[in-house]
């Protein structure tokens, strides 16, 4: 069978017809539905354990079919050269008269202690004998659950069940742009003031919105408005104190028209700050996008701070991930003095990623920030990554 795609449809002219040919199209569309798995497995008295393995397992009922995969847990690796790690092994268990003896699936592991605090892990890149593996150094796991003594293993399944194709006619219209009208009718909207019921200030400046358009695009503005005791919604009227009039105005922009009206350069950190305070996520984005993508030596650790103090992860991974590649720069910045002053929960978080950063390439690395030498070896403890699993 002809792989499925679009398929275009010559309707030819009369004979002797003057007439353009016009076409038209079918489209169709491609789902592979997947089903989650989850399964819970607490072990009591773990380091007591004296057995080679532990093993359960988890099933997906699918009709009259039953997928199957096991969970082992290996307390001393499975030899001598991996005695000092604890193995976390998955596999797809298959019967000989099982009907779907091929499936796709991903799975991955997350370990918690009895306190439910996440133990971080790493993922074994290329299991000989397994589906899924993960390991932890026994001297790294056993200080986070004692003295409860106690692992809990969650394992989280994405099994691709089924394919479905669907295809559809086109319905032919008369080409017409819906989104950019809307667009600018919203800006005359705003533009004009027409039957605004809202006011805000800034400062000595006024903005005249409508309190249905704030309250559909921000929840803060819905909280406030929707209640009739808070002072704004008594009165019609929001002062605003702690942010300038531009930013302000550029926020009640994009809350109408979904895009901003100018060149946010000057506005960018102030206008993500907005954004956050009254949960504009889309804006928050945009803004989160143009700072990662006008990273520089000199704002690069200012903008990892906004990252982490505004909640902005992909701002705060790409600057920390931007001072690592520039290490001997950033570090003479006024910046980078403000972080250590301030904020030193980040240097502990650009440290980690030095760690983790290291375990993905070269055997070991010696790099230097703010005068502290650090050895660090591929992977966690100085031990090569486990084999034969």
Known sequence: ME????????????????????FSGVSSQTEIKVEKVQHTWTVKNFSHCYQEYLENFVYLQRGDEQLTWSIKIYPKGNGE????????????VVNSNAKSAKIGFKSQFKLRTA??????????????????VSYIKRDVLFPQILPRDLIIV??????????????????MFESTNCEQQLVEDYQRMFRDNMLTDFLIRVGNREIRTHKAILAARSPVFEAMLKHADTEE??????????????????????????????????VAT???????????????????????????????????ILGDLYMAPRLRQRAVQYILQRPKN?????????????????????FNQFDKQSSTGVSSSVTTISGASLDIPGVPGGAPPPTGL
């Open 270 to 304: 102030d206008l993500l700050i907005a954004a956050d305070k009254y949960r504009l996520e889309e804006l928050k984005t945009h803004c989160e996008k143009f700072l990662v993508e006008n990273l520089t030596i000199e704002n690069a650790c200012t903008l990892l």
């Open 330 to 350: 950033v570090t003479h910045t006024p910046g980078w003095e403000n972080i250590i002053k301030q904020h030193p929960d980040l240097i502990t978080d650009i």
């Open 81 to 92: 050269n991996n005695k000092d790690f604890v193995f976390l092994c998955l596999n797809r």
């Open 115 to 132: 306190e439910n605090k996440d133990i971080e892990m790493r993922i074994h890149p290329n299991p000989s004998h397994s589906d899924y």
């Open 3 to 22: 792989p499925q795609g679009d398929v275009v449809n010559n309707i030819c002219a009369e004979p002797n017809s003057n007439s353009v040919p016009t």
């Open 154 to 171: 969650n394992v989280e399944i994405d099994v691709a069940v089924e394919t479905i194709t669907t295809t559809a006619e086109p319905i």
């Open 233 to 266: 919604s008594k009165t019609g009227i929001l002062n605003i104190t702690d942010m300038d009039y531009d930013v302000i105005h550029e926020m009640i922009y994009y809350i109408y028209c979904g895009r901003c009206q100018k060149d946010i350069s000057d």
